[in-house]
């Protein structure tokens, strides 16, 4: 049996998944935690991929690797290959006001003409989350670190170059090893997605130099070798990796529910989204990945969970038992700021409270109806510039949420999958790894359930519309 291993480094964890090459079949599994926080330094992941490598019984016997991260993290090396500072991951805001610099600048002070310039030149309207804005902050607060940046990567991008062997007292050799994909570049703000290229103006004015760039690989170029011999693809941001294990194709829309929420469609062209809300990223097997990212996901039920004592099963239980509408109240789930709609500086809140509907069961619909119905707004956003839904597929750890299910099965309408419980991204990385070995993506099996229809009158959103709006 061949054997391949996909990653997930994501926000809150690390997972990995060894699957057999052919078949697709499960045979190992492990995971590790990350520590919290928006600024974390890459040797957690690093210490977190080990741990969840030993957890799933090690990779010594596995033939290729791959590795699917959170996207947009600034992971900046100096000449020797060290890291310069913690990285600014994708949902620290503090980097909002060099965004909106950035599109000012390039509109000559009209921010309406300098995000269509932004979103012509690469796919993306730049928010707080985008590595581009970092670098600008990084240049603006902290110039002693800026100055010693001699290359910048992301968390896939990083970690594949520790897989390969690689880190500090690597130097200039080590630093032109690195690598990434088209999935990860075009969200970084200095990559043009429809051209496939980088942008090194845009990344020499924002940080003020250019530093090494990782080289960007096509779906089936490897990275290199770890030093026992395994094959390491070329990964991909989470997001495109999720596609990938879902087994998304044109025409369908991935809905992930994990620390951000998503929605993207597996697309046959670039989208390029003026309004900032779709931001135009590459896929990772060829096409591209519009795509909708919000801050604020299942945090929001741990969060509302916490509140009210209780776990997540019971937490799903009193969502489930509460009448939809949750009686009238409604959460704006900004607890986190907000990424779409552009708000870093907003805050979540609670509306439509009365002593008869102040119930816990309430709250915790109104926390799953808060974030389902922000999502739909995302999927609108998506629809508006072209996508047209035929199948959605729900995946992330709060899929497995039965509350999340009837939810959304009532404001998204029909043609919502739930493919099995899994790893998607983590899944989607291994694929990558078995092509990578082979030369070709392959098919592998797995069930998904359809939820059934379930009628709704659009009040529920109608009314979170109306109170998000106030946020703005
Ligand atoms: N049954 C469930 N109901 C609601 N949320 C869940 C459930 N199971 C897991 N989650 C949530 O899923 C999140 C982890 O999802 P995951 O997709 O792994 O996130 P990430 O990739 O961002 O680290 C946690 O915040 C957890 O609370
Ligand atoms: O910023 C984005 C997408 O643009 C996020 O989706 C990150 O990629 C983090 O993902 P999760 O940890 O929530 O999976």
Known sequence: MVLVAGIDSSTQSCKVVIRDAHTGELVREGRAGHPEGTEVHPDHWWTA??????????????????????????????????????????????????????IAQAGGGDPAVGAAYWARATGTVPVASLT?????????????????????CLPHDWLTWRLAGHGPGSGREGLAALATDRSDASGTGYY?????????????????????????????????????????????????AAALGAGAGLGDVVMSLGTSGTVFAVSASPAADASGLVAGFA???????????????????DATAALLGVDLAEFNRLALSAE?????????????????????????????????????????????????????????????????AQRILLVGGGAQSAAVQDVAARLLGNGITVPQPGEYVADG???????????????????????????DDGAVLARYRRFASLSA
């Open 192 to 240: 043009s997605t429809a051209e496939d290229r980088y942008l090194p103006d845009v990344l020499s004015a924002a940080l003020g130099h250019l530093p090494v760039l990782p080289r960007v690989l096509g779906p089936l170029e490897a990275a290199g070798r770890t030093p026992a011999g395994a094959l390491l693809g070329a990964g991909a941001g989470d997001n495109a």
């Open 324 to 388: 939809p509408g949750a009686g009238g109240l409604t959460l704006v789930p900004y607890f986190d700021g907000e990424r779409t709609p552009n708000l870093p500086d907003a805050t979540g809140s609670l509306h439509g409270i009365t002593r008869a509907n102040y119930t816990a069961a309430n709250l915790a619909r109104a926390a799953v109806e808060g974030v389902v119905c922000s999502l739909a707004d995302g999927l609108a956003a998506l629809q508006e510039q072209g996508v047209s």
């Open 132 to 152: 581009v804005t970092k670098l600008r902050w990084l240049a603006e607060n902290e110039p002693e670190n800026a100055a010693q940046v001699a290359a910048v």
């Open 283 to 301: 896929d990772a097997d060829g096409h591209y990945l519009p795509l909708v990212c919000t801050l604020n996901a299942t945090r929001v039920f």
């Open 49 to 102: 991929l080990l741990k969840a490598a030993a957890d799933a019984g090690g990779l010594d016997d596995v033939a290729a690797i791959s590795v699917g991260g959170q996207q947009h993290g600034m992971v900046c090396l100096d000449a020797d290959g060290t890291v310069v500072r913690p990285a600014l991951l994708w949902n620290d805001t503090r980097s909002a006001g060099a965004a909106a610099e950035l």
């Open 429 to 455: 990385a291994a694929r990558q790894a078995a092509a990578a070995l082979t030369g070709h993506f392959p098919t592998w099996a797995a069930g998904a359930v359809d939820l059934p229809e379930k009628k």
